[in-house]
């Protein structure tokens, strides 16, 4: 079985826009930072009531379903931005420069860091209400969410084939006709698997904000990740192990009940001109077509309401002429338009300029003890991703060099992929902390949860990619261990671990937050980090500090990605790419 | 002289009146950051007329696609204007299909689904959407195969549905972009012979078809005018007819002529392209309505000549070195292999001319039986004497006055010309035996012998 697509997080592979487009967005993310923390600031003398989280094991499907709910609400919300998004971009070419450098930007930053301004901006819009945590956590899980979903569904209108796109021109496809016949099934392959992607950054982000804690006071949500944390701060063993059972129950049963047949039936959109001979099967997707009421009643009902719909696009001026494939589609902008970009753009300046000033707040000693963190962070952060390429590398390829191993371990390696590492931390932390020892080596190993899965996936795809035509030659030719290394295993899994630890980095920045500065049983467990800097500033409510240690992260993340994982990135397209 | 005129003007595309499409002065450019453009296509007039197949063949960076797109709709002209029956494309409601290279069907639609879809987008209803596409289906002959999906099909197939999805919207003009050039050559072949007999047989209603290929061949096979491209920018280089009925023989003479002709000119772009070469009636169409060919001014001693010398070098030889052998000037010599040509019994290829079958037992004959041979090959090429022997034998006095037919030379040739030609077919229709000429009385007769027997004959029915 060959994994057409492994579990990535899409990069922007080609930078065409100007400099000046970074630095304005930077500026925007800097503004809307200042807006978000003082409204919450504002806001703050409002009495929010705290919920009491029950640690009986009789609550858990309840909170199971509220965050389920949650998580339902933030994907729904995702997916529909998301699309919305890639469309305009994909077919503004005016913006189009600015909203893929929007994207790039923000899917590079670690939700988590934004997490306490969200939650106080939130909580600062409904005041009184459980009502303005909830809408932040959705928020922040949608944050985690849509932006590689945007970029597949962005990336996929760019690369349907010019035939099909002349096709559905000269032939006076309407936009309605254009989207559900071409654009959206060009376009599900991507979505399903970046999907799988996106929820489990969603269960990730979701564990970690139900709680929060922001000076003496407690924001919390009843669910599933208010319950482990919950459990670990009393350090009652037996409801941590079901809350995480129940997370681990989720996890598995959305994969399948929801992801395998939705992959299995995402097949009939994959743009081949031959048939393949092996797919993906699920045995729920094939109960689901036996049903003949399933397999006649939507389709019935769809057409229903698209034929009144379609009749009427029909008659439209719009669907009477052939469009030009080259149609310029930039009109000159209205006046009114000019003014309000005018206006945006003087609110933004003016807030970017606030939120420096905010910044002036710091002495010498923060911003050193800021970038001591940042450093201790940046290697913590490698060394997690260095310590698990180093095992899952050979375990990886042994498992995709055999065959019946790997039909087994890689699907239960994606599943463990998608099982939120935030739901494993408190376990470990416990451990730790019975065991005495600090969070030093403990918090590499929080990354390590984070991380390693993503690999390991990965690797056991590139391995398996690999031709055995090839493996063949380096046996015939008596190719040492090393050479065979060297020569082909690494080459031909270098595309595929790439992905993967691109998608691992991102995990692991975003772990950093909370795995350098955690709760157990009452104490408090910190290490210098940026991550920690982040949490002990929202505690003690030092924005200043928070803003700053917040952009270094990001720039940290964003230089990386520019300097590093891009051009690795070409390297893999170009190199090592191997030709089917 | 004036009847060519008329003829010429009705093969001119400038006729804009009756244009489907109508492109004037279009071109294309693509603009470079540092001010200079990229000149893709130089200024061109073309239009596509009702009843043609059109082909345009170019090598390939001539802008043979850019050029199909202007003219469907599908990609506006940096400057000049496209016409859809006068009125500019851009505001017209264009019914024109395009059938692809790579097909371009959706992979998640069914083929029947596929045929539809263009239907779903006119706002047609459900019951006859189905209607059409399964009776468009059955046409392009995948009656059964409404319920595959197209990545089950080879290649000829997925076209097949590909032409079905152009046609079942009834396109006034079917654009093709090298729609045979990803399939095998049989099933290309197959493909192509099926398209044309659905237009030779108007099952389709499509009034005009422009195909863009860079297959000589092809183009020659299907099309009623040829349109050559040059390139660096593309530019039209020769714009011509052709005149042979369909089914067109790859194998004739005129045929292999005029895929030498297009070969030279695309061979040689930095030579003006000569005339397109005179193309006599094939042989396998004599129903169609027919145009007289021109005979070339010789007489039958000199073919047979001809033959056996050619006979005597291998049955092939170059025509230059024929004429000196012959001491022919060459323009003197080609009358005779033209003659040659048109009676079948000899080609030329690449300047040389190479003797047929026919030529070989032609050569090898004694003189009565040449004269049967001659009588056979000129009674299956030459119209006008086949015209001539069978008014003979229809009329019952076996007699037919010069003028009759005269008067039919007129109306492709002019007066003296007609004489000319009439002299000509006298000439070899008495060395055949078909009729002899009563110079007296100007006069068609059968010969003596040959007027018994029809008399014969016609006592017995």
Not at chain 1, 33 to 62: D, Q
Not at chain 2, 217 to 242: K, Q, S, Y
Not at chain 2, 303 to 317: C, M, N, P, T, V
């Amino acid at each position: 079985m060959r994994i057409p697509h492994p579990l990535a997080r899409s990069l922007v592979t080609v930078r065409n826009w100007p400099v000046l487009i970074d630095l304005a967005i930077a500026g925007a993310a800097l503004a809307a930072f200042f807006a978000m923390i003082s409204t919450g600031v504002y806001w703050l003398s409002k009495p929010v009531p705290v919920v009491a989280i029950s640690s009986s094991i009789g609550v858990l499907p309840v909170y199971a379903f509220y965050s389920i709910v949650r998580m339902a609400i933030a994907y729904c919300l995702s997916l529909t931005f998301a699309i919305a998004y890639g469309y305009i971009a994909a077919y503004n070419p005016r913006i189009e420069p600015w909203m893929i450098g929007v994207l790039d930007i923000l899917q590079s930053i670690p939700v988590l860091s934004f997490l306490p301004p969200v939650v106080l901006a939130m909580v600062a819009l409904i005041p009184g209400h459980q009502l303005g945590i909830e809408m932040a956590v959705i928020f922040l899980i949608f944050t985690g969410q849509v932006w590689n979903l945007a970029f597949s569904f962005y990336s996929s209108l760019k690369t349907i084939p010019r035939e099909m796109i002349e096709a559905s021109r000269v032939y006076r496809y309407s936009g309605w006709q254009r989207f559900w016949q071409l654009e959206m099934p060009y376009a599900a392959i991507g979505l399903v698997w970046n999907s799988i992607v996106s929820v489990a950054g969603g269960w990730f982000a979701l564990i970690f904000c139900e709680t929060f804690t922001m000076g003496n006071r407690n924001f919390q949500l009843p669910g599933l990740g208010s319950y482990i944390q919950t459990a670990t701060f009393d350090g009652n063993v037996r409801a941590l192990v079901s809350g995480i059972g129940a997370v681990v129950l989720i996890v598995v049963a959305t994969d399948q009940l929801l992801w395998r047949p939705l992959i299995a039936w995402s097949d009939k959109f994959k743009f081949e001109q031959v048939e393949a001979s092996e797919r993906v099967t699920s045995p729920i997707l094939t109960l689901l077509r036996r049903s003949a009421f399933l397999g006649a009643v939507p389709g019935r009902i769809w057409n229903s309401l698209q034929e009144p719909l379609l009749r009427r696009l029909a008659r439209s001026k719009e669907t009477r002429i052939v469009h030009p494939v080259d149609e310029s589609a930039s009109r000159r902008p209205s006046p009114a338009l000019w003014l309000l970009g005018v206006a945006v753009f003087a609110a933004i300046c003016w807030a970017a300029v606030q939120a420096a000033l905010l910044l002036r707040t710091l002495t010498w000693p923060d911003l050193r003890l800021l970038l001591e963190g940042a450093a201790a962070t940046f290697l913590r952060v490698n060394a997690a991703l260095l310590i698990s390429a180093a095992w899952t590398i050979p375990v990886g390829v042994a498992i995709g060099f055999n065959p019946r191993v790997a039909r087994i371990v890689q699907p239960l390696a994606q599943i463990m992929a998608s099982v939120p590492a935030t739901a494993f931390f408190p376990v470990l932390l416990i451990f730790l902390v019975r065991l005495g020892g600090g969070l030093g080596i403990g918090s590499i190993a929080l990354m390590l949860l984070g991380t390693q899965w993503y690999i390991l996936f990965n690797v056991i795809a590139g391995a398996m990619s690999i031709p055995s035509d090839l493996r063949e030659v380096a046996r015939l030719f008596h190719f040492s261990r090393w050479q065979r290394w060297t020569r082909l295993i690494l080459p031909g899994i270098f595309p595929y671990l790439l992905t993967g630890m691109v998608t691992a980095s991102g995990g692991a920045w975003n772990a950093s937050v909370m795995a350098e500065y955690s709760r157990v049983k009452g104490h408090t467990l910190e290490v210098i980090g940026l991550g920690a800097q982040i949490d002990a500033a929202t505690d003690t409510g030092r924005f200043a500090m928070l803003l700053l240690a917040t952009i270094f992260i990001s720039l940290m993340v964003v230089t990386m990605n520019r300097l590093v994982w891009r051009r690795l990135y070409r390297l893999a397209e170009t190199r090592f790419k191997l030709e089917a | 002289m004036q009847n060519t005129n008329t003829l010429k003007e009705k093969w001119m595309p400038n006729r804009a009146a009756e244009a489907i499409i109508r492109a004037e002065k279009i071109e294309k450019y693509y603009q470079q950051p540092n001010e200079s453009r990229i000149q893709v296509i130089s200024a061109t007039d073309l239009s596509i007329q009702p009843g043609e197949i059109l082909a345009l063949l170019g090598p390939s960076g001539s802008g043979k696609s850019t050029m199909l797109r202007m003219l469907s709709g599908l990609s506006t002209p940096s400057a000049g204007q496209v016409f859809w029956h006068g009125s500019p494309i851009r505001e017209a409601e264009v019914n024109v299909s395009i059938v692809f290279q790579s097909f371009a069907l959706f992979p998640w639609l069914t083929v029947l689904e596929n045929v539809a879809a263009p239907l779903q987008a006119r706002g047609v209803s459900p019951a006859e959407r189905r209607e059409r596409s399964l009776r468009m289906l059955d046409t392009v002959g995948l009656d059964g195969f409404e319920a595959a999906y197209p990545k089950e099909l080879s290649g000829g197939m997925k076209q097949r549905v590909g032409f079905a999805r152009a046609l079942v919207v009834e396109p006034e003009v079917l654009f093709m972009d090298e729609p045979f050039s990803a399939l095998d050559v049989l099933t290309a072949d197959n493909l192509r012979s099926e398209l044309l007999e659905l237009w030779t047989k108007k099952t389709m209603p499509t009034r005009a078809v422009f195909l863009v290929t860079h297959n000589i061949e092809e183009a020659v096979l299907l099309a009623d005018r040829i349109i050559v491209l040059g390139r660096n920018p593309g530019h039209i280089r020769t714009d011509f007819r052709v005149k042979l009925p369909h089914p067109r023989d790859r194998k004739s003479a005129t045929f292999t002529q005029l895929v030498d002709y297009i070969y030279k000119v695309l061979t040689r772009p930095d030579v003006a392209p000569a005339e397109a070469p005179a193309q006599a009636a094939g042989p396998r169409a004599p129903e169609q309505k027919q145009r007289y060919q021109m005979l070339p001014h010789t007489r039958p001693g000199g073919i047979a000549g001809l033959l056996e010398l050619l006979l005597d070098k291998g049955g092939r030889d170059d025509m230059y070195r024929l004429a000196d052998d012959l001491s022919f000037e060459i323009d003197d010599l080609l009358p005779i292999v033209e003659a040659a040509q048109m009676l079948g019994f000899l080609h030329v290829e690449e300047g040389d001319a190479v003797i047929t079958a026919e030529g070989t037992e032609f050569a090898n004959s004694e003189i009565l039986r040449q004269k049967e041979l001659f009588r056979d090959a000129a009674m299956a090429h030459v119209l006008l004497l086949r015209q001539i022997r069978r008014a003979l034998e229809t009329k019952s006095d076996n007699t037919v006055p010069e003028d009759f037919f005269l008067d039919m030379l007129d109306e492709q040739f002019s007066e003296e010309e007609s004489l000319r030609q009439m002299e000509t077919a006298v000439a070899w229709g008495r060395y055949a035996e078909l009729f002899d000429y009563d110079a007296g009385r100007r006069r068609f007769v059968l010969p003596d012998s040959q007027e018994e027997e029809a008399a014969a004959g016609e006592e017995a029915h």
